[in-house]
């Protein structure tokens, strides 16, 4: 069943919801609130110097003018945890409104509330158990300044806790398009000095709200090595990060069921390795002691290595890819390890998903250059045609840059480099930052190096990105008409193909109307058009097919 990106998000929320309110019901972790006596509760007051401008003794939150929040924060876990939730906290407001005021449209029957939480109590019932003493306590000093809006749903620290399950929740739903991430690493003879050069598109989408204010966070814990990662409010966890060894972990989404019992949520498997890790090997050890609740890549590169593997971990598995002949490594979203290379849901996602084609595209623009650098690998986020530069349509997941991404990364690590796109997606300035620089004088008051800045992608400022985004509008306004059967004016339904005209989801959401006003013969030429473009999965090209079966039927042709 086709499911669009609004419906998508829907159930993303759904099982987060779910996630988060079984944690009234969970009496065991009611009692494993971290003991924090033994650290100093008293912190210093945040000044705040202007509307993007916070410090707080020697650590500080500022917006660059790029838009990037950058935010340093030093300490023992619990000292980090209530500093970065009081420099942070309007960022964290608001992230979770974007996450928990989608509660009561879902589920706005407290009765229902009441009974999916006793229906599901125990699904969190052992994650306090694989999250470790230090996480936890962090955590704790978050929740002190989380809103008090949504205590109906879970008291501060169990609802922070369980929203570091939101990752694993979305990847889980990756069969339905939420995720679609995409990363390369070249080094030896594959870049222009034969340094590491890693890049990754970050396409984890939870609505517009969800990547409007993206974090830099630079941490120095009092345990374990400096790092860096990009993240948001409220989330002590990392999706893409690079530590003070130039160890560098991001992650892509596997073949996962839907999970029905919590275990170490992904990002706090991937901050336990960049805080504790400086080599591949570390790494691999650490990910080992792990139990996790959805199948994940974990793409390391290593500046002490000077290569990169992909650590893949599932609930009942567990590999390492690594390359022999080449220089050059890439992950998409299914396995590449021996250790699955029987695994019927991994060669099904193969198979019938997204994952190969961009893996594909990927190889196939690595291959057209000589030598990577970071500019290159930029471009290489940015592209949005297909195989042999075939137009998918803007917004396609066999794209790379499906232009919806949280953000895009380049890491060279053994320079301790990385580059950080700045919204619109990936399309904005790649904001560069040394951690050697920002780690050695953490007071200056930009912490980005602005002589190594990427440029702007124009695209967004061309009349064919203004027609895309009149094409998000459209299609949700057309999605709402079809689920409440309301009629919608002919003009939309032409707009809405001629902005996008490459993407065949254009012509399916025109044949889903027309079909369920019962105009077939406008119905089978827009599903006969969207037969025409490159379909995003085997699922969808097998359902547009059987809609011209259908109506070909109906229509006695």
Request: proline share 3%; with cysteine; net charge neutral.
């Amino acid at each position: 069943m086709f499911l669009n990106k609004v419906q998508i998000v829907r159930w993303f929320y759904f099982f987060l919801f779910l996630l988060i309110i079984t944690s009234c019901g969970i009496s065991k972790s009611l009692h494993d609130v971290p003991d924090v006596s033994a650290y100093d509760s008293v912190i210093p007051e945040r000044v705040r110097t202007s509307d993007s401008t916070f410090t707080l003794g020697n650590n500080h939150l500022n917006k660059n003018k790029q838009g990037l929040w950058e935010l340093y924060v030093e300490g023992n876990p619990y000292e980090r945890g209530l500093v970065t939730g009081n420099l942070t906290q309007e960022l964290f407001h608001s992230q979770e409104h974007a996450f928990l005021s989608k509660v009561d449209e879902l589920v706005p029957s407290k009765t229902k509330q009441a009974l999916l939480r006793t229906f599901l109590k125990w699904f969190n019932r052992k994650l306090y158990l694989n999250v470790p003493q230090e996480y936890k306590t962090e955590i704790y000093g978050l929740s002190k300044y989380a809103s008090s809006e949504y205590n109906h749903i879970a008291e501060p620290y169990l609802r922070i806790l369980y929203l570091h399950g939101a990752h694993d929740i979305g990847h889980a739903l990756q069969d339905l398009a939420l995720v679609g991430c995409s990363s390369f690493a070249a080094w030896g003879d594959k870049t222009e000095d034969g340094s590491l050069i890693i890049g990754r598109n970050f396409d984890f989408y939870a609505g517009d709200e969800f990547a409007k204010e993206k974090i830099i966070a630079f941490t120095s814990p009092t345990e374990g090595y400096k790092f860096m990662s990009v993240t948001w409010g409220g989330m002590i966890g990392v999706v893409s990060g690079m530590n003070e060894h130039g160890l560098t972990v991001t992650i892509n989404a596997g073949k996962s069921k839907i999970p029905i019992i919590a275990k170490t949520p992904i990002s706090i498997l991937n901050r336990e390795i960049l805080q504790y890790a400086s080599t591949i090997d570390e790494a691999i050890a650490i990910a080992k002691k792990r139990k996790v609740f959805v199948s994940e890549s974990i793409f390391i590169g290593s500046a002490k290595d000077k290569k990169a593997v992909i650590i893949e971990v599932s609930p009942e598995n567990f590999g390492v890819y690594e390359v022999s002949n080449t220089n050059e490594l890439i992950c998409s979203n299914h396995f590449q390890s021996d250790a699955y290379a029987n695994d019927n849901k991994n060669l099904k996602q193969i198979a019938e998903s997204h994952s190969l084609y961009r893996y594909q595209r990927m190889e196939e623009l690595l291959n057209q250059q000589s030598k990577i650098t970071p500019e290159i690998a930029v471009d290489i986020l940015r592209n949005k045609e297909g195989l042999q530069n075939k137009p998918l349509g803007y917004g396609n997941e066999k794209a790379l840059n499906q232009l919806l991404a949280h953000h895009a990364i380049v890491f060279k690590p053994e320079q301790r480099l990385v580059w950080v796109s700045s919204n619109p997606y990936q399309l904005g300035e790649f904001v560069a930052y040394n951690l050697n620089d920002v780690f050695n004088n953490p007071q200056k008051k930009s912490l980005s190096n602005n002589l190594l800045t990427i440029e702007k992608d124009n695209f967004q400022f061309s009349n064919e990105y203004k027609k895309y985004e009149e094409y998000r509008k459209l299609k949700v306004h057309v999605l709402t008409a079809i689920a409440n059967n309301e009629t919608i004016d002919s003009s939309n339904l032409l707009n809405l193909q001629t902005t996008n005209p490459e993407y065949w989801e254009a012509y399916y959401l025109v044949g889903n109307y027309y079909y369920k006003k019962g105009y077939y013969t406008a119905a089978l030429r827009a599903f006969e058009k969207a037969k025409t473009k490159e379909i995003t999965t085997v699922p969808d090209q097998q359902l547009v097919e059987n809609y011209i079966k259908k109506l070909k039927r109906k229509l006695n042709l």
